[in-house]
């Protein structure tokens, strides 16, 4: 199948399945979500810690 059609078919089922899907309600930002976002941030921070150099 080529590649342009399959992805018209794709958009074109995705919106039949949002138009039969009910209603999402409307999402809040709460303690949890910062909370994860903030382990995200320090992970990352402790991923990307600059290590020293070997000595020679």
């Given at each position: 199948m ?13 919106a039949e399945l949002?138009a039969?899907a009910?209603?999402?309600?409307a999402?809040r930002?709460g ?5 994860g976002?903030?382990v995200v941030e320090?992970?990352l ?9 070997p000595?020679h």
């Amino acid at each position: 199948m080529h590649p342009d059609i399959h992805l018209a078919l794709h958009h074109a089922r995705a919106a039949e399945l949002r138009a039969g899907a009910p209603p999402r309600p409307a999402r809040r930002h709460g303690l949890r979500t910062r909370l994860g976002w903030t382990v995200v941030e320090v992970g990352l921070r402790l991923a990307t810690r600059p290590r020293p150099l070997p000595a020679h």
